[in-house]
T-cell receptor
């Protein structure tokens, strides 16, 4: 069965640095990947979606890459701020008709 | 728009009791999802609906769990009888259509079964 691994349970970095989170999957490539942010006590909030024929997507300080050879997506936050501290979840689906599967998340802490 | 609305926000019940969780999706959204989140298992999809029709319920853990969507603006997730291992945060989410569309999550219902 498909597995999604978000390599780090927790990541601590200094404010102003670039945070890079990893999402690896097994088996065949998904049709698309999504990244969500979750704050304590709240539901996940959608950030970015990238499709299998796209290599990179950007939104303000956020960037997502999708490497089907490595079976990996990277999520970058540039010029990180303490307000970026949260848990980040990756999710994937194999087609528009299939269900979406979430990874276990990476808890990111940005220290001032 | 008020976003996805879930009720109750917190539910504490005794083992064996029936629990009903409620969800109102965003108006105009055609797909609705029920998730369960625990520390051990993360965020798991239980069931999802498209145009009020259940599409995939393979994530529903047992027959004790059932979900309905009688109309486009309301869905319920019922657990009968509840057990302590059902304790979790249950999220409802909706999206404009099934497929590569962002999901909007509700605030969740924290369920504790004693």
């Amino acid at each position: 069965s498909q597995k999604i691994e978000q390599n780090s349970e927790a990541l601590n970095i200094q404010e102003g640095k670039t945070a890079t989170l990893t999402c690896n999957y097994t088996n065949y490539s998904p049709a698309y990947l999504q990244w969500y942010r979750q704050d304590p006590g709240r539901g996940p909030v959608f950030l970015l979606l990238i499709r299998e024929n796209e290599k990179e997507k950007r939104k303000e300080r956020l960037k997502v890459t999708f490497d089907t050879t490595l079976k990996q997506s990277l999520f970058h936050i540039t010029a990180s701020q303490p307000a970026d501290s949260a848990t980040y979840l990756c999710a994937l689906a194999y087609s528009s008709a299939s269900k979406i599967i979430f990874g276990s998340g990476t808890r990111l802490s940005i220290r001032p | 728009d008020a976003g996805v609305i879930q009720s109750p926000r917190h539910e504490v019940t005794e083992m064996g009791q029936e629990v009903t969780l409620r969800c109102k999706p965003i108006s105009g959204h055609n797909s609705l999802f029920w998730y369960r989140q625990t520390m051990m298992r993360g965020l798991e999809l239980l069931i999802y609906f498209n145009n009020n029709v259940p599409i995939d319920d393979s994530g529903m853990p047992e027959d004790r769990f059932s979900a309905k969507m009688p109309n486009a603006s309301f869905s319920t997730l019922k657990i009968q009888p509840s057990e302590p291992r059902d304790s979790a945060v249950y999220f409802c989410a909706s999206s404009a259509r099934q497929g590569d569309y962002e999901q909007y999550f509700g605030p969740g219902t924290r369920l504790t079964v004693t």
